[in-house]
């Protein structure tokens, strides 16, 4: 038997496949390889109906963080020039700060600890 004779590409499936499958849809635009784009799709099919009820607001098209790589200086608030050097070495650049450039507390937080200092442990 030749392999041509069993591996074969369809243009269309067959009923064994299509008729038990109800309402099932492919969508070009919504590429395998874009795993963010298929978390951003299934999170706007879990609230569409919500949404279309005025249930819920609609999910903005974009995020802040878009659909780009994300790095974050946590342990390494000095990263940006590693990260222009890389982006260089791919032939790449620009990237956006979307954040403070280094960790600050929120106005709500809170710099005065309730506690009482002890013997050892002197207060600022």
């Keep these: ?23 099932t849809w492919v969508i070009p635009q919504l590429q395998n ?12 099919l ?17 995020s802040v963080w878009g659909e780009n790589q994300l790095v974050s200086g946590y342990m390494n608030p000095d990263i940006g020039e590693d990260i222009d050097f890389a ?12 954040t403070s450039e280094h960790s600050e507390e929120t106005p709500d937080t809170s710099k005065a600890s309730p506690l009482k200092g002890f013997k050892g442990y ?3």
């Excluded at 041509?4 to 309402?23: G, V, Y």
């Excluded at 390889?33 to 706007?44: E, G, I």
């Excluded at 879990?46 to 999910?59: S, T, W």
């Design 122 to 124: 002197k207060r600022k």
């Design 46 to 62: 879990a609230g569409a109906r919500a949404v279309r009820n005025g249930d819920i607001p609609k999910m903005d098209k974009e």
């Design 1 to 23: 038997m030749r392999a041509k004779e069993f591996i074969t590409e369809q243009n269309s499936l067959p009923d064994r496949i299509t008729k038990p499958l109800p309402a």
């Design 87 to 98: 982006l260089g070495e791919m032939g790449l650049g620009g990237k956006v700060l979307v």
């Design 33 to 44: 390889q874009n795993a963010y784009l298929q978390y951003r799709f299934a999170v706007a």
